[in-house]
Each structure stands twice: as C-alpha cells, then as structure tokens.
C-alpha cells in the first residue's frame, strides 16, 4: 500500500494500454505511459494521429474502450463519480480555442470555479480573480467578455481560469494552434515558468516543433497510420537515437539537412 | 496555335497532347508525350495508348520521352497516373526519369497523398436497403439519446427540488427575460391576427343563424384551450428554442461544454435547468397574455364589424369561458414550454464540431420541437375528450 503511494506520488499520471474507439473504429490502441512529478510531458504527432483523443480519454471526456488511466494510483475511470470529480478538481485544462465561457466576463470564467469549489467570500474571490489574471498579463481586463479580446489574449485568460484552484496537473491542447509566432513563444514560456515556480506537472498536447524542442522533458510520438505510440523519450534524444523513420521525418521537419522534396 | 510535328512517322501531326507507343526493346516500350497539353482539350486515354502498342507480352517496362512537348498542365499530370495505373494492373513498371522534372515532382506528390483520399472515400456499392438500415439505427440511436437527455433532466430537477442543484442565477435571470419580455411585441402580434381570423371565421356561419354574438364565444374558447397556447409555443419554439439550440450549439463547439465537464460541473444542472425553468415559468405567463390579446382582436372585428357592443362582447365571453378551459391552456403551455427547452437543449448539446453543425442543430431542434409540440397537442386533445371536460 505504502510502496504504491509512493508511486502514485512520484508518477502522478500513468496510463495503461489505453484503447479508445469511435462507433467501433478503434482511433487509439495500447497506448501506456507515466507522467513524472513536475515535469513537463508532450505528446506529439502529426494531424489525425489522435492526440487530442488520448487528452480527452484523460481529462474525462471520453471513457476508453479499455485500458485504465490512474491519477496518484486511482484508476479515473473505475472508481466513484465523487472521487472522479474529486480528481477533476485538482486538474487544469487549457483548451485548443480557449473555450472560455462567452457569456461571462473574463472575471466572471475565472471566479466560477471558484466559487463552485471553494467556501470563499465574493471580496476573497474577486482579490484572486485578479490575481491570476495578473499573472498572465491581462490586469484590467476583468470586465470584458471574450469576444471583446484577441485570440492570444483569450488563450492566457483560458490559463488563468485553468489555474483558478491551483492544479496539480494541468493539460495544454495545442497551446500554439491559431497564435502568431511570438505570441506561441510567450505562452511557451509562461508554461515553463508555471513548472519553476509551481512545480505543476504539465501535460501538452502539440505538432509545434519549436515548442516541442523548447518545453519538452519526456514526449511520446503517436503514429497516425498505426493509430499507437511508436516512441517515449526525451526529444532531442529521440533525435538523434530514433532508428524509427516516422519519428526522425517528424522531428527534422523543416531542417534544412533533411527537408524532403517540395 | 502550335503545329508540332512527331518525329515518329507513324503518327499524323498533333497540336494537342498527344501520347503514343514508339520504339521498342526487348522488354521495354518508349512511350511518346507530345504536343500542347492544355485542360479542356480532348486527350488520349491511358488504355488507349497501351492498347495500340500491340501485344505487350514480354514488356516489363515503360520508358518516356518527352522531347516534344510543347507546354503542359495539369491534363498532362492527370494523364500520366491514369497510365501508370494502367501500367501497374497489366505488370509493367513505369519509369518517370524522361518525363518533365515538373511532372515528375508533381506525381510524387500526388502519390504520396493518393493513399490517405482512397482512404477517406466511401465504400461503393451501398444499395437502398444500407441506406435504410443506417439512417433506421441513427434514429435509433437518437430517440435513446434523447430518453437519456430526458431522464438526466429529470434528475437535475430531483436534485433542484432537494436543493442540490447548481447554476448560476444570472443565467437564469438572463433566460428569463430573453424569453419572456422580449417575446411580448411579436406574441402580440400573432394573437391578435389569430383572434381576428377566429372571429372572421366564426362570423361568417354565425352570421347566418343571426347568432353574431357568440363569436364571443368562438373566439375565447379556441383562443384559451388551443391556439393561445398552441400559437404561443410554436412562436417560442421558433424564436427562444432555436436561440437555446444555436447557443448550446456554439458553446459545444467551442469546447465551453466540455470546460463545463472537465472542472466536473454538470452542463445539464448549469445549462439546460435554468432554461426549463424559465420556459415553464413563461410559457403560462405568455399565454395568460397571447388569450388576452387574442380576445381583444375578436372584439374588434366583433364590435366594429357585426353591431356588437364592447360590454355585450366581454360579458358573451366572460359567459363562454371556464376556469376549466383556462386550466387546460394553462396546462398545455406547460408542457409545451418544457418541450421547447428539451428540443432546443438536446439539438444544441449534440452539435457537431464542424462550422455547419450550429446550423443544422438549430433546424433539427425547432423541426423536432414544433413536431413535438402537435403531437402534445393531440395527445391532449384525446386526453380532456376522454375526460369530458
């Protein structure tokens, strides 16, 4: 009992032989994998190899068709739904568009979680509310409602209201899907500064090369014809190990030493 | 126009692409592309060309010379795969190298994404009865979705009635006035022409029996048991349920639903409860509103066109009414009401992540909704008939 809290501590995800299907076609198969405490875990691959699908087989949105996902040793899928919330709470999820709430004001998307989990008082919560929005550079917008701010801007109010209850374990969506250059590498940062100082365990889920090379401790590679995960290692050493084909096309795209033709 | 002449003396002259079997080896046909090819014009076809090279046994191989070619496009490109299918079915290997280098990088790229669009291309051969058989289990599907919707929107109001469920009061009280005063001017409207076209429609027999005064009567009974609320429901269906849809709608879309589920906050008690409480709040309030009104346009064709007195009308319809046929309105606009957010709710939460998802889930709700609000209907009407009341 003790030795597998241990465990669940130093890993506090891991997943095994994960299976997810659609109406019957399996999008997903044998996928397992540990998270380490605090670091930060990428998972790559190219368009339709099922990254997104495996996000949301972990944050629970979608229950695989076999296989378990254990958060510190509790299988998420089998236990009780009180404790399945119980673990929902101590997660962050930053979604590929923001999903921020548009019918309230950016205080208010960050204040519900708030308000929902915690006793504090409105002054208590609005003091907060502020807080995280300052964190992320968006002082003084409080009152606006998303539709009124940027699209980089709607991704780092989307991380303030991800980071309301001060999760364990928060999961990126393609951070950097629909921002300009410089706007991917600011929110890049802001991840890896999350890691420093709130030793938050970061899960990400992107194609973004640069991204992948500037964040990444551990990555897995999902394959979109095999539909599983072909590789599990730190990037750069994938790099420069990975006798698999698919993963070192993946990693050198773009590099001028290997650019295929076109 | 280009007149380009082949060096084969076989061949007449072309002005368009032209392909055709020239010299061969032992194992090995050269294959002749010339002319202009240009899109539009006609050009030979891969079996064609293959077909006039003879007998092709013993060839395994097939060599390009493209010495002559004019000017191409994408016609030439299309050709090509077609023949280097053709090529591959009758066991003979095609060797781009003597193509254009343009053609060349052209048809490497489009057999590196050949395999993933076969891929996404429907099986063929679907007859009538698969069709059938798949949109039979669609529906099958759907209807128990929506017991399920049904049920776990039961169960959200267990849990409101015991005072463990949760929304956001602003959200209710956002529904409620989009629903109700807002809906007021266009209400008043349509029951005022409904009262009116009752009361033409009543006249016109009553007038022959000299019986004018119980248009009253017409007029105020079908008004509080059928279409004051029927009217008002279809109105509502249209302009809040169809509002429900295509805002749910957006919010799935938008992955708002799942930020919803994944903080482990129940979309149906946040989302779908305020508006069924809001609509069965309404519904009766704007019916109580639509009857009114409508009796109001009865007496104005009444009064101003069949020499009734406005005392004489209200009494004749004060006589007429019931409680009872009040009651029933009531109770319909209820039910209605509740129709109206389930349909509009479901059709949204069930939405497509595609941009025309919001679209279509805002048809099929109010498609469903206006449906379902008839067949209410009928069934209440078999229900008070049994009853006699």
Request: glycine fraction near 10%; charged fraction near 20%.
């Amino acid at each position: 009992m003790n030795k597998d809290m241990n465990r669940g501590r130093e890993h506090p995800i891991s997943v095994h032989d994960v299976t997810v299907s659609y109406d019957g076609t399996t999008v997903l198969s044998d996928i397992g994998f540990q998270v380490r405490q605090g670091e930060i875990f990428v998972v790559m691959g190219g368009s339709g190899s099922g990254k997104s699908t495996l996000m949301k087989a972990m944050v629970g949105l979608l229950q695989p068709a076999r296989g378990r996902v254990l958060y510190d040793g509790t299988s998420f899928w089998e236990t009780k739904p009180d404790v399945r919330r119980h673990i929902l709470r101590h997660i962050g999820v930053l979604y590929q568009r923001g999903a921020l709430w548009s019918s309230m004001t950016l205080a208010e998307n960050v204040a519900l979680p708030l308000e929902e989990f915690t006793g504090l008082k409105s002054g208590e919560i609005r003091d907060l509310v502020s807080f995280k929005l300052s964190l992320v550079g968006l002082s003084g917008f409080e009152n606006s409602y998303p539709s009124e701010i940027s699209g980089g801007m709607m991704k780092r109010a989307a991380l303030a209201r991800a980071m309301a209850l001060d999760p364990e374990i928060l999961f990126f969506d393609e951070p950097s899907a629909g921002l300009d250059p410089v706007s991917a590498r600011l929110l890049d940062e802001l991840i890896l500064e999350l890691r420093e100082n709130l030793h938050t365990t970061i899960v990400v889920i992107t194609h973004d090369l640069e991204s992948i090379f500037t964040i990444a401790d551990t990555s897995i590679f999902l394959d979109s014809a095999d539909r599983t995960m072909i590789a599990w290692g730190n990037p750069r050493v994938l790099l420069e190990q990975s006798e698999d084909p698919r993963v070192r096309r993946f990693l050198t795209r773009g590099r001028p030493e290997s650019t295929p033709e076109g | 126009m280009h007149e380009n002449k082949m060096a084969d003396t076989e061949n007449k002259p072309v002005i368009f692409g032209s392909a055709s079997p020239g010299r061969r080896g032992e194992d090995t046909i050269l294959i002749r592309v010339a002319g202009i090819w240009r899109m539009g014009e006609p050009l030979p076809g891969a079996q064609d060309v293959l077909d006039r090279a003879g007998d092709l046994s013993g060839i395994r191989h097939a060599v390009f010379d493209a010495s002559e070619i004019v000017s191409w496009d994408s016609s030439l490109a299309t050709f090509l795969a077609a023949f280097f299918r053709e090529c591959e079915r009758r066991g003979i290997q095609a060797d781009p190298q003597g193509l254009p280098p343009g053609v060349q990088r052209l048809l490497r790229l489009a057999a590196a994404f050949g395999g993933r669009m076969d891929a996404k291309r429907p099986e063929p051969g679907r007859t009538f009865l698969d069709l059938a058989g798949e949109r039979s289990i669609d529906f099958s599907r759907s209807f128990f979705d929506l017991l399920e919707f049904i049920g776990s929107a039961a169960l959200s109001l267990a849990r409101l009635a015991r005072g463990r469920a949760r929304f956001r009061l602003t959200e209710l009280v956002h529904v409620l006035q989009q629903s109700g005063p807002n809906a007021l001017p266009i209400i008043f409207l349509i029951s005022a022409l409904v009262g009116v076209i009752l009361a033409f429609v009543g006249a016109v027999q009553l007038k022959m029996f000299e019986a004018q005064v119980y248009i009253a009567d017409v007029v105020g009974i079908a008004m509080a048991r059928e279409m004051g609320p029927m009217m008002t429901a279809i109105i509502m269906m249209g302009r809040t349920g169809a509002a429900f849809a295509a805002h749910l709608g957006t919010m799935e879309t938008n992955e708002e639903i799942d930020a919803f589920r994944t903080w482990g906050i129940d979309p149906m008690e946040f989302l779908v409860l305020p508006r069924m409480i809001a609509l069965v709040v309404m519904m009766p309030l704007l019916t109580i509103y639509a009857d009114l009104i409508g009796i109001l346009g009865g007496a104005l064709v009444g009064v101003s066109m069949f020499d009734l007195s406005l005392p004489q009308y209200l009494d004749q319809t004060r006589a007429a009414l019931t409680l009872t046929q009040f009651g029933i309105g009531l109770s319909k606009s209820i039910v209605f009401g509740i129709i109206i957010a389930i349909s509009g709710c479901f059709y949204g939460m069930r939405c497509g992540r595609s941009a025309s998802a919001v679209g279509e889930a805002t048809t099929r709700s109010v498609v469903a909704g206006i449906v379902f609000i008839v067949v209410a209907d009928g069934v209440f009407a078999v229900i008070t008939n049994a009853l006699w009341i």
